[in-house]
């Protein structure tokens, strides 16, 4: 088991190739915050991976229940948090991204602003 420098603690390893298939084939290639499909397409494909629902770095342990399939987006946006379970973190999560696509979806609808001619 490695050495966290950060909090001076045992971390579990991180999940394996094979590991990772494993959980990913469990969860059907879906992430289970936000739904992405990963066998809809090859782009969905490239961004699973696999969360550790109470992360390693707050001592969470690399058991098949505290994997889940996830795209990297909702991936970054839990980071370290820790939740009580598994259904308060897919609310933050799915909570943060809507706020996020609003905020992307505003600034989309804005007029562009025009430079000023000399």
Known sequence: MPFNFMTLSRVDMPVSQAEGLKILERDQFCCKYCGLD???SF???LV???DFVVPRA???KKD???LVACCRPCNMIKGKRVY???EDAKKYVLAR???MRQAWEAKRS???VKAASA
């Open 110 to 112: 804005r007029p562009a």
């Open 38 to 40: 990963g066998k809809a």
């Open 84 to 86: 009580k379970n598994f």
């Open 58 to 60: 707050h001592r969470g």
């Open 97 to 99: 991204r809507e706020e």
């Open 48 to 50: 699973m991976s696999v």
């Open 43 to 45: 782009e969905n494909a």
């Open 64 to 66: 098949f229940a505290n």
